[in-house]
């Protein structure tokens, strides 16, 4: 089994500080695409973001095609840094990839952030067999002030973590807390995942959080990378790519 390497581009909205899923980005080997999630039904995307002032990126100004390309977008190519910037090579060690990581492996990597941008990409959640998984960064550790700099001694590579609703939470209703084994709230799953993994949640499906690995010297945003894991059935895999969640999910092919 493989897949068509596939990333969400996610736009935060400065108005109230969410995060909307606008658009996908693919490629099968042969053709770079991307779309936005016109056609989604959920509560973060392309259509819900315009509603809070998003306007359409000027490299894709038609909301409702599918762009195709032989090369990857200029849009998203720079934010990929060029190989002969000076340092080029320990940055990409940096990020864990080596001289054979395509444009599409380091976009993954680097999330294509740029300093004082509102975009960066994040990974689909992926559905192979029964097995449901993703990587990624726990959101909003900078807010949380009784981490401080003590975060660092609280978590390392391997460790379990804890995941708990927040139906209180007047902003989204399906946020998700990330917290130690010992109960240190260490901040939030990226909202973009929230509706599918609440949704497992909430029918007790078991998942499985452990973190990958720690950046201390990075931004907060990248300083505790984690990954996610959980066995669905037949009916809660299917529940899913029926759903309203299905412009984040992901299933492999042969």
Known sequence: MNFVKSLLLIWKCKKDSLYYHVGTLS????????EYTH??????????????????LPAFPLLKVKYEAAHLFEAFNRRIPDRSRVGYGDFIKDY????????MDILQATRGALANDPYTFEQPLRLNGDKLSASFFINGMRH???????????????????LQLEPENEIDPHAIRVLTKQGLHLGYIPGVYNQALHALLTRGVPLTLRVKKIRP??????????????????????????????????????
């Open 39 to 56: 056609a989604s039904q959920s509560t973060r995307d392309v259509k819900s973001a315009m509603k809070q002032g998003y306007s359409l």
């Open 217 to 254: 010297s990075f931004a907060p945003q990248w300083w505790v990378e984690v990954s996610f894991e959980a066995r669905v059935d037949l009916q809660d895999a299917e529940s899913l790519e029926k759903s309203t969640l299905i412009h984040v999910l992901q299933r492999a092919i042969a």
């Open 27 to 34: 490629y099968d080997g042969n053709l770079y695409k991307f």
């Open 144 to 162: 949380r002030d009784e981490l401080k700099n003590s975060w660092m001694h609280e978590v390392t590579a391997g460790d379990l973590l804890l």
């Open 96 to 103: 864990g990839l080596t001289e054979r990581a395509d444009r």
